[in-house]
Structure formats: C-alpha cells, structure tokens
C-alpha cells in the first residue's frame, strides 16, 4: 500500500519576499521623505545600527561623498513590472513586499497621505493580481521616517503610536479590499539588536538604552494591536500577523544549566511574539525587567488593548539555529541578537557564519506551533553567497538549490507533524541591498541583479540556476525537489 502523503496542502502558498528599503531605490522620488535607513552609507552599517546618534545622523545628511546603497537600491520603483512578471513566470502564489512609510506620510506626521506614493503601491499591487499573485505586505520593514527620529524621539515617544495607526488606517482603507494578509512590523525583536533601525532610538538620548529598546517596543505592541483593531473595523478580509526573526536554541550540552540557558535565550526572543499572539506581558519578563532595570511606562487601557486584538497568525524569517551554553570560557562566541551564543559544531556555515540547519526549521515549526497553535508562515529564508556573472550570464547555484531543498523537505515534514503551514516566501528571491551589511554582493536571490556593492553595474536581471528549479518546485507543490 502507497502511504505516501503530499507535503502540502493545495492552497500553500508559494513564492518570495522582498522590503522595500532594500530594493526600490528612488529614495526621493514622487514626494518620498528619508527614512531612518536611507542614510547609512556602506562601510559602517552593523555599528551604526547599534549606536546611531544624532551626530552621526547630521553626518549623513550633510555627506555628499559617501554611498549610501539603499537610495537607489535595485531600482525596483521602476522595474517592478518587469520583476513581477518573473515571479509569475517562476509560479508565485505570493509576493511579500514592504511598503516605505516615507513614501506615504514623507515626515511621518502629515495629516494628508501622499497620493503618488499611494499610487506607486497600488500599481504595484494591481500587478500581482493581474498575475494572480496574492500580496502579503509588510507595513514596516526596518524603517520609519527620520523626522519622527529627529523631531519625536521615534518609538520612545507614544506620539508614533497616533502617527503608525493613521498610516494604517490609509493603507487599509485604500488596499484592504485587495490585500488580504499584512504584517505590522518586520521582526520586532530585533529591537534589542538594533535599536535604531527598528525603535528610531538615538544612542546619544537614552542612559538605559535596554529599557528604551523595551518601551519602544511596548509602544509598538500598542500601536500593532490597534492596527489591528482598524483593519477588522475596515474589512473583515484581513489577516494581521505578527513577524518574528527566529533562531531556536539548543542546549550545548544535557547539562540541566545549558538547558536552562537555552530557554533564556529563546525567550529572549519568544518574548515579542507571546505579548502579540497571547495577548499579555509573559510571567518571565517580569523577573528580567526587575534585574535590568526595565521600568515600561504603560497607560491605562493599553494592557486591555494588547489582550483584545491578538494577531491571527505568526511570521517568521528562519536562517539558522543558536547554541546556549551557561559556561562559554574558551569556547568562540557570537553575539546575535543580544545573545551571546557559541558554535555548533555539527554544522556548516555561509560566508557570513550563518549556520546552515535545516533540521531547524522543522524544530522551529514544531515548537511555534506547540506554543501557539496559530497558522503559521515562513516569510524568510535562504542563503547569502558571493556570486559573480560569467560571460554565459547563467549562474549555477548549485549551492543554494541545494539549501532550499533540504529547508523545504523539513518544512513538509513539519507539515506532516501537523503544523498549520500558510506558505513560505524566500528571502530575496530577486538580488537586493543586505541589512546586516549594506552590501549588494551578500545575494540570496533566484534572479540575479547586475550591480555591485558601489552602484555601478546596468541593472540587468538574469535568472539563476534556482529560478528554473525553484518554478518546478512550486509547480509539483513541493513534490518535485
Ligand atoms: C532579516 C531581514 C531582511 C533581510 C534578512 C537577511 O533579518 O528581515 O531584511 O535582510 O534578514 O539579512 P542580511 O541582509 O543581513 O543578510
């Protein structure tokens, strides 16, 4: 007898995911303001994002010399047809893409939007549909308009929270009825990594810069669920849903201290998604507060609102896994995301030092889902690679197949374990600018982007290897691998 079970159901959603940040370009184009990104330049990105100050924002506004990667992106405000159609060609079900607040509210604080910059996103959107590309939309994906930064204080200040949920209420008056499925921030927990591209804090305006991380992120959880909160009162079509940057963290040893370590630092994490999902401050923050010093500045009615309008599914972006350890002496250490883990010695790594794991994903899933027994979607994951483009203009990514293969077979197995799996959308799925290091060479995309870490190059776009095998994939359902 044939027990063979498909991996997925008929109504996965397949396809890719971008930011906007990262690909548009055209940074002062049709009305759009700066945003918190727009000006690190390349070379000093992973430390400015941790301890950006005022100075340093001054610096880059008066640089003239420097090149700041994200301004001009891979120009997709003005490819975006012709990207589009190869997602259609490659057999998207789905698109993730990011809205840029700047190109909506410019400064942030207008009371009128923006019309062209409505006008480019619904084009955009129009698009996809045309192909029958559902759109799942990121409404911040590591950006807020500077001025809420240099005027407001960002986050810190529960002004963002009227400024975040005018903005939302725009986007879903104007698309609610053709946009099902919206993410409120990208990966909010990161806040703790970088607490300026996420929160807007200036390293130079805080003593505590923990507890600032802290309350801003609380200002967040308030304006995400009152974002959700309008959605439904708008149109009952939308799904909210939370993102989280997720790592799992494996104990180093069964020693019951790396164990207990590891649950720390997975909590850590877990933190941001059992606040949005559950509804309330977790029993174990409280403890962590108390030792830091974190005193959250909270009004009457905002714990209410937290508990009311929960997300109704989860996110995730999924690169690699963690290992805890309670005794690190002599041993190599990373620092990620605020925590100080060491390596795994049982996997390979990308040129980054990113560990490869695709048992993880699987280990992820299931423990999401244990925990919250909510749908869930992975809307980031892949591999950055050094790639350059030989004389044929085919790149044989052999490598990156390879990684995709291995992620997918683990993530139809989740399935099989009986997680409620929406969809998966790689990250990158066309060349963009990195996060972690403003550079265009850290490429994760199925279709390669002639440009190089400086802005030269014509911007062609040629599909890889992966893009043809990645079309059968999503053709065979995630049978054909
Ligand atoms: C996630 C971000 C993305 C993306 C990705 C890869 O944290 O949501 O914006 O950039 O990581 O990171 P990097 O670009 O640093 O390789």
Redesign the pocket.
């Known amino acids: 007898m044939n027990n063979y079970k498909k991996r997925f159901p008929e109504n996965f959603l397949w396809g890719g995911a971008v930011?906007a940040n990262?690909c548009e370009g055209a940074f002062d184009v049709d009305g759009k303001g700066y945003s918190v990104i727009d000006i690190l330049s390349f070379g000093d990105n992973s430390k400015k994002l941790k301890t950006m100050s005022s100075q340093d924002v001054e610096n880059a506004l008066q640089d003239k010399e420097g090149y700041f990667p994200r301004r001009d992106g891979i120009d997709f405000y003005h490819h975006y047809k012709e990207d589009i159609a190869m997602f259609a060609d490659l057999g998207f079900k789905v698109f993730r893409f990011s809205i840029a607040w700047t190109r909506i509210f410019p400064n942030g604080d207008e009371l009128q939007p923006n019309e062209k910059g409505l006008q480019f996103y619904e084009d955009v959107i129009d698009e996809c549909l045309k192909y029958g590309i559902v759109p799942l939309i990121t409404i911040s994906?590591?950006e807020m308009p500077l001025n809420l930064v240099t005027e407001y204080g960002g986050w810190l200040n529960r002004k963002l929270i009227t400024f975040y949920t005018r903005y939302c209420k725009v986007l879903f008056e104007r698309f609610g009825h053709k946009v099902k499925y919206w993410l409120t921030f990208?990966?909010l927990n990161?806040i703790t990594l970088s607490g300026y591209m996420l929160g807007g804090i200036l390293s130079d305006k805080v003593d505590n810069m923990i507890e600032a991380q802290y309350q801003a992120a609380h200002h967040q959880f308030v304006a995400s669920s009152l974002a959700t909160k309008i959605a439904r009162e708008t149109n009952d079509n939308i799904l909210i849903g939370a993102m989280l940057?997720r790592d799992e963290y494996y104990p180093l040893t069964c020693k019951p201290e790396d164990v207990m370590q590891s649950i720390q630092d997975s909590r850590f994490e877990l933190f941001f998604s059992d606040v949005q999902v559950r509804g309330y401050y977790p029993s174990y923050s409280k403890r962590y507060f108390e030792e830091h010093n974190i005193h959250i500045k909270k009004e009457l009615g905002d714990d209410e609102i937290i508990r009311s309008y929960t997300v109704d599914f989860l996110s995730f972006?999924y690169?690699s896994t963690s290992v805890s350890a309670y005794d690190r002496e002599g041993m190599e250490t990373t620092d990620g995301n605020g925590v100080i883990t060491v390596k795994n010695p049982h996997l390979k790594a990308s040129k980054?030092g990113w560990q490869i794991d695709p048992i993880g994903l699987r280990i992820a899933l299931n423990n999401l889902y244990d925990r919250y027994q909510i749908p869930l979607f992975v809307v980031?994951n892949?591999i950055?690679m050094l790639e350059e483009i030989p004389d044929d203009k085919y790149i044989q990514d052999d490598g990156r197949i390879q990684y995709f293969r291995e992620h997918i077979k683990q993530m139809g197995e989740a399935v099989k374990d009986g997680v409620e799996l929406m969809g998966y959308t790689p990250?990158?799925c066309i060349d963009l600018?990195?996060?972690?290091?403003s550079e265009m060479e850290?490429r994760?995309g199925f279709i390669y982007v002639d440009k190089d870490n400086y802005g030269n190059g014509t911007l062609q776009r040629y599909p890889k290897k992966s893009y043809y095998w990645y079309k059968k994939v999503i053709a065979s359902n995630g049978e054909k691998l």
């Open positions: 930011a990262q994906h590591f990208n990966e990161l940057g972006s690169y980054w980031e892949g950055g990250w990158g600018v990195s996060s972690g290091t850290k994760y």
